[in-house]
């Protein structure tokens, strides 16, 4: 039980994909083929 519930909680803490990081990974992949 103990473990489950460590495991949901470090989900909430670190959503799989902000917007931000959804953003700055695009900005990447714009830059890269940019080049």
Known sequence: ???S???KKDVKKKPAKTPKEK???KLE???K???
Request: aromatic letters at 6%; a positive charge; zero cysteines.
């Open 29 to 31: 992949k714009k830059k």
């Open 1 to 3: 039980m103990a473990k």
């Open 23 to 25: 953003q700055a990974a």
């Open 5 to 7: 519930q460590d495991a």
């Open 33 to 35: 083929s940019y080049d």
